[in-house]
């Protein structure tokens, strides 16, 4: 059921089988997919702990739920997963997905983050959340549901996410992704940074994605 007329989802229900790696381009592929009309996305490759199989599990979920779709089914996580979505008490955010193993609902604050980008009035939602472990940072941002006329610039995400994250981290690679362009970032440490850009057309409602990985800059006391 296509958002319009009913033409580009498909009616059929859909197993997938995500693997472990660290490709964007591959992640992109495979979960902006088309549509199906039931989900269920097994994780049992995915053995550790990763933000880019999180954030664009949750970007898909809030895609199906403005075009008023069942909630993705999530099985197959391992241990480590289901030890940290309950640590960090990711599915107490009301996420757009459910997981068919047991979590523990521990009970706690939700942990917000002060991001300055974002926050514009574009898009009725917006989700960040941060991983944040040894000397590096991991996260995403998620924005659905354009509210504003008009384009928005996936240029002036990325200024802005540079200004955030400058202040604490460095910037190792990000990824920027709307539903029909996206940048990928590399800083590597031989050379000046690199920027590639491609168009990526989709069917999919106007959204705005981000994954990232920083590095954090070491804090230096007086003596």
């Given at each position: ?141 998620v924005a659905t549901n354009k509210q504003s006329e008009g384009d928005v610039a996936i240029s002036d995400l990325m200024k802005e ?5 400058q202040t604490n981290h460095y910037l190792e690679r990000a990824y920027i992704r709307k539903e029909n362009s996206s940048y990928l ?39």
């Amino acid at each position: 059921m296509n958002r319009l007329d009913g033409s580009f989802v498909s009616s059929q229900a859909g197993v997938f089988y995500p693997y472990q790696h660290q490709d964007f381009y591959a992640m992109d592929s495979l979960f902006l997919s088309p549509l199906k009309g039931e989900e269920i996305w097994d994780f049992q490759s995915i053995t550790q702990v990763q933000l880019g199989f999180l954030g664009f599990l949750t970007l898909r979920g809030y895609l199906r739920e403005q075009l008023q779709m069942p909630k993705i089914k999530v099985r197959g996580l391992s241990k480590h997963w289901r030890s940290y979505l309950a640590k960090e008490n990711f599915l107490g955010n009301e996420i757009p997905w459910e997981t068919l193993d047991f979590i523990p609902n521990l009970v706690g604050e939700k942990t917000e983050f002060d991001s300055s980008f974002g926050k514009k009035g574009h898009w009725d939602v917006e989700f960040h959340f941060e991983r944040k472990e040894g000397d590096t940072t991991s996260l995403f941002f998620v924005a659905t549901n354009k509210q504003s006329e008009g384009d928005v610039a996936i240029s002036d995400l990325m200024k802005e996410f540079l200004l955030y994250s400058q202040t604490n981290h460095y910037l190792e690679r990000a990824y920027i992704r709307k539903e029909n362009s996206s940048y990928l970032y590399l800083n590597a440490k031989e050379t000046n940074p690199r920027v590639f850009y491609r168009e990526n057309n989709t069917e999919f409602p106007a959204f705005l994605f981000l994954v990232a990985e920083l590095k954090n800059k070491s804090i230096i006391h007086p003596n």
